[in-house]
């Protein structure tokens, strides 16, 4: 059923999903308005962001620019000359997720905007996901979102690298 209604629900700017009524007898067709965008201020990846560009930039300063834990304690802001590691990991992992989004948006999917995970080692990051909601069309557009975010990654680690190879 879900199968041969939803690509008119699609159409008509919903998300059909199949689901089970409380007594547990009947299937019913439930659908959802699909969302057009971010609604308001997305608090949870902006924090998330956050915490992930600090604990990249204290991975980098310990771990990449042998800054000594006694001086981070002294001075938390010696970690700011982490930058250019904080920037080049987020940058290649922002546009990476950032491709998926994008082409999940130019598709018409309902997906969330990246969501950056903050952690300590080995880069200060484990990486970022999206969320996708809802079916996707068809396979011709999973295998466009799918194959966006390496493009997209492999597009901006090019750049990284030949600013890196410049550089002293």
Known sequence: LIEEVWPAFREA??????ATTRSGREDVVVAEPI?????????????????????TLFVGSVAWYYVPLEQLQRNPLTMLQAWPFTAAVLGVLSAHELGHYLLGRYHGVDVSLP???PFVVPFGTLGAIIRMRGQMPDRRTLFDIGVAGPLAGLAATVVVTVIGLSLD
């Open 13 to 18: 700017g919903y998300d059909a999903r199949l």
């Open 115 to 117: 969501y950056l995970l």
């Open 35 to 55: 969302a057009n965008g971010p609604e308001g201020i997305p608090w949870k990846n902006l924090g998330l962001f956050v915490a992930t560009v600090l604990s």
